[in-house]
């Protein structure tokens, strides 16, 4: 702050770091500054929010139902007792394109140890390797290994289940089929997470009798839903 000052810039106009902010949490600092300037300091107050409402949850809710413990005790079974060593983030909505590489950096550099602080090896698989893709490009891409493949892959869906509304439309007549475009990837996300959690019975008994074989899905993948 001293040398921002003598360099001319009023405290007012100064934006501070702290030395304990590390980079992969550093979004909610004044480092999302940009973030500020992309989406407006209401957005950013929403995203703050958002964040806060989670640390509140998380340190206030029972463990029974506090959605990061559970979530991490699911990793941890997935990587451990199922030995799965991947995981997929497949969000339904392109503006989480970045959120897998986001995770990537957020899970493996906070995680991907193998020594403790005191030196002594860890005996457990500390995290997965995380990867991802919007789900309607994910289809086309992976889904097939995901769901045919002979390695088992954990996989975290997401999608909101209301895309639009009438300030995101630049013309009233492509507002129907956005909004139908949207229902699609919701219905096509919920019909992925139940053929990978159900496999063949999920499919509809007509449709599976006239299936080859190879064609077929054997389910019981882990995945979870939000």
Known sequence: AEKMTEWGIIPDNQLLLWEWVGGRYSL????????????????FQQLLAGA?????????????????VLMALLGIWNNNFLNIQTHAVLPYDGRLKYFAAY???LEMESNGKSVQRDGQKVE???????WGEVGPNAQHAFYQLLHQGTQA????????????????FTYVENAEALIEQHHLALSNCLAQSRLLA?????????????????????????????
């Not at 457990?124 to 995380?130: E, G, N, R, S």
């Not at 892959?153 to 009438?166: G, L």
Request: glycine share 6%; with cysteine; aromatic share 10%.
């Open 28 to 43: 909610w600092s004044c480092i999302g500054f940009p973030i500020a300037l992309t989406i407006g300091i209401d957005g």
């Open 52 to 68: 806060h409402a989670v640390d509140e949850h998380f340190q206030n809710t029972s463990f029974e139902r506090n959605i990061p």
């Open 103 to 105: 995770l990537q950096q």
């Open 124 to 130: 457990l698989d500390t995290c997965p390797i995380v």
């Open 153 to 168: 892959v954990s996989c975290d869906f997401m999608a909101p289940i209301q895309r639009y509304n009438a300030d995101h």
């Open 198 to 226: 159900f496999g063949n019975e999920a499919l509809d008994a007509a449709e599976l009798k006239n299936l080859p074989i190879y064609k077929q899905y054997e389910g019981n993948q882990p995945s979870s839903t939000l």
